[in-house]
């Protein structure tokens, strides 16, 4: 399971996002879209943590003792295979949650999840979140839509990882990765990219070298930093916007 550095009992902070550098003001879409009543009998219980990069938060086949709202952190939802290959399934980030069987009366995870970016998140024990969950109805149709969102990125990018080349997919997921924590600069590896991409570390240095001679990024040992997010868009396969289109039409559906 994930170290925790210094956690702290989490007050209701509802601060507009980016109005603290310190990762104390609520940024999690979902905390922030609670209302009040919901929102602090769920704060009561959250301990505010501090995620390093590619910590454990969750093991497949084991019990799952805490769930997340990812506030600054961004975690990786992976397969893993009997071989110990695995390959990036989701990410999760400020607009979502890690710990979604647990809404479904589930005990165990099916997938390993790992942070792959640094950060803060707000962690909640498993039995506390099914007595939470019976009290907050709001937070229970909240989850429920994410796991849809969960669901639907999860086969699109089963194709995109099947269909489209890896400097196409590496675009993909570095405009993901950037949505969730709108920070240029990503500490990635060659090995760690293959793994998120499920594919070879040759495959992934020479779609990073494309996307760097055209001016997109700038890739060193590493380290990814975006460059130029337009020219990305334009880079990268039609699965982004595919998933971008439909998260857009669900929220006009619930608004």
């Known amino acids: 399971m994930a170290k925790k550095s210094n956690p702290t009992r989490a007050k209701p902070k509802r601060e507009p996002a980016g109005s603290s550098g310190d990762g104390h003001a609520v940024k999690n879409e979902i905390l922030l879209a609670l209302p009040r009543k919901e929102s602090d009998l769920l704060f009561s219980k959250l301990i505010l943590v501090k995620l390093r990069l590619h910590d454990v938060l969750q093991e497949a086949g084991e019990p799952i003792e ?15 295979m009997a071989d110990g290959r ?5 990410l999760a980030g400020k607009e979502g949650f890690v710990g979604l069987p647990l809404i479904a009366g589930f005990r165990t995870s099916p997938n390993r999840i790992n942070t792959q970016s640094e950060g803060m998140a ?20 909240h989850l429920l839509r994410y796991s849809q969102v ?42 760690f ?14 779609a990073a070298s494309i996307l760097q001679r055209a001016g997109l990024i700038k890739y060193a040992r590493g380290h990814v930093t975006i460059l130029n997010r337009p020219g ?12 971008k289109q439909q998260l857009e039409n669900w929220q006009s559906e619930t608004h």
């Open 150 to 191: 969960m669901a639907m990125e999860a086969t699109q990018l089963a194709a995109c990882n099947r269909l489209h080349e890896v400097d196409e997919r590496l675009a993909r997921w570095l405009l993901m990765s950037h949505d969730r924590i709108g920070t240029d600069a990503l500490p990635l590896t060659q090995e």
């Open 122 to 141: 707000f962690k909640v024990d498993a039995e506390a979140l099914g007595e939470i969950l019976r009290q907050c109805p709001e937070l229970a149709r």
């Open 232 to 243: 990305l868009e334009e880079a990268t396969c039609e699965c982004y916007g595919v998933i």
């Open 86 to 90: 695995s390959v990036e399934v989701g």
């Open 193 to 206: 990219l293959a793994q998120m991409l499920g594919t070879r570390r040759a495959s992934v240095s020479v």
């Open 66 to 80: 805490f769930s997340y709202f990812p506030n600054t952190a961004m975690a990786s939802v992976l397969n893993v």
